[in-house]
């Protein structure tokens, strides 16, 4: 199984970024699929993320209404559209998936996800 990241970039506050994942090696579809991101010297946090038997996202609080969430699953690939950037999203961002299923309540934990993307960084400058 492997992921790909990409997308990131240096954007200003208030603009857009999309963020791809490319999956292989999986049924992209019957898997969950989250978007973590992580600064630097803290935990990876929950960004956004589906469960594939769920079809409504769940999003972190501080970016609701500012990120989507999305797959396509012919191209088996989820993205994670950002928009009205601030400069506190300034992170690394990682896409993550599970071979297995994923309760609702562990979705948020980064430890329910056993494959990972390798980062792409995202700056908002001010």
């Known amino acids: 199984v492997q992921l790909q990241a990409s997308g990131g970039g240096v954007v200003q506050t208030g603009g857009s970024l999309r963020l791809s994942c490319a999956a292989s090696g999986l049924t992209f579809s019957r898997k969950a699929m989250a978007w973590f991101r992580q600064y630097p010297g803290k935990e990876r946090e929950f960004v956004a993320g589906f469960r594939a038997t769920d079809s409504n996202p769940k999003y972190a609080d501080s970016v609701k209404g500012r990120f989507t969430i999305s797959r396509n699953n012919a191209k088996d690939t989820a993205y994670l559209q950002m928009n009205s950037l601030k400069p506190e999203d300034t992170a690394v961002y990682f896409c993550?998936?599970?071979?297995?299923?994923?309760?609702?309540?562990?979705?948020?934990?980064?430890?329910?996800?056993?494959?990972w993307g390798q980062g792409t960084e995202v700056t908002v400058s001010s």
């Open positions: 993550a998936t599970s071979t297995g299923g994923i309760i609702l309540s562990a979705m948020r934990e980064s430890k329910s996800y056993n494959y």
